[in-house]
């Protein structure tokens, strides 16, 4: 699958469609759709399913480094305002401020970023690292690239932060919501 493939195939689904058409007038620094919404419409693209099958929220990441809760909160609102015709929850993300809620919400220690494709980079497995950019130019961030998606291969990802039973919880929806899923297993499960 080509990155020009990979785009088609997500906009498919229409929420994507509409957040990659409408988030580059927002001006948001760093801005990325990212995860669960581009994968999962790839599975159900290449399973028959519709293509909003299973995806629970559509995660758009960026990064200011105005990192005070007051600046993520306005962002969210306006976000929310633009979008809020689509049916479906949207998570909006300042990365620059991850560090700071991280290990109180997981248990697991989160470093400070640099940029929203290093969150992308910290994702639980590596079919998830994936984003599309959101600045008017549709660009694929695919780190490994797309052979564990394409083959719908769920692997863990060795990042700092991997947590084997958050891991395990995600995987295990996914799999029920898309039974032709390969899970493998975390290692210190």
Known sequence: ???????????????NAAILDRMPSLGL???????GSLFQ???????????????????IFYFDPDTSYE????????VGQVLADLDAEIELRNQARVHLWYEDHFGVFYPPLRSSCEGIDRFLAVACKVGVSLDGKERLYAPDGLDDLIRMRVRPNPSGNFSAQHYTLKSARWHAMWPEVHVVPAENE
């Open 41 to 59: 419409t790839v599975w159900n693209h290449l399973t028959g399913q519709a293509p909003d099958h299973g995806i629970k929220d559509y995660d």
């Open 1 to 15: 699958m080509t990155e020009a493939d990979f785009i088609a195939c997500i906009r498919e689904n229409p929420v």
């Open 71 to 78: 600046a993520e909160d306005a962002q969210i609102r306006r």
């Open 29 to 35: 620094p760093d801005a990325w759709l990212v995860s």
